[in-house]
């Protein structure tokens, strides 16, 4: 396990980004254009991203970006 230290600041602007890459990528994943392989790629990297979402924000913030299957 990998601790981080970091100040309020800090923790609002990773939440800031990550939830700019969240509404990037779920914005791209409503385009029907995209191939089937990319599109899981994208849900795995909002899996992760997401993953990282629920440590920096909160439970109310986190629940906006829940993806619905």
Do not use: S
Not at 13 to 36: G, Q, T, V
Not at 39 to 64: P, T
């Amino acid at each position: 396990m990998i601790g981080l230290l970091v100040d309020e600041r800090e923790r609002k602007e990773m939440e800031y980004l990550i939830k700019r890459e969240l509404e990037e990528l779920l914005l791209d994943m409503e385009d029907n254009r995209i191939d089937h392989l990319v599109r899981r790629a994208m849900k795995e990297r909002y899996r992760i991203l997401f993953q990282l979402f629920r440590k920096v924000a909160e439970d109310k913030e986190c629940r906006k970006y829940i993806l619905n299957g």
